[in-house]
């Protein structure tokens, strides 16, 4: 484990893309949290912040913008 300056991250997708998006995630090293299922499904993640542009890119790919963005205070995390 390593001690990295991350960013919370939570995005909420409607849940025809939740599945194409868990792919893209699924193998990035970052923080995974339990996902929230409501009217939308809420994905929080804690993003390195070296990685937070080029994941909000890819999910606005992923989604064809069609998320809304909630981004949390910059703190250290541990990243596996």
Known sequence: CKMSL????????DYSLFGKIQNFIE???I?????EFGADVMLHLVV???????ISKEITEITSGNFFL?????SFYKIK
């Open 48 to 54: 390195p912040v070296a990685m937070a542009e080029y």
């Open 27 to 29: 193998p990035l090293e």
């Open 6 to 13: 991350c960013v919370p991250m939570d995005f909420t997708v």
């Open 31 to 35: 923080i995974k949290l339990p996902p």
């Open 70 to 74: 909630e981004t949390g205070s910059k």
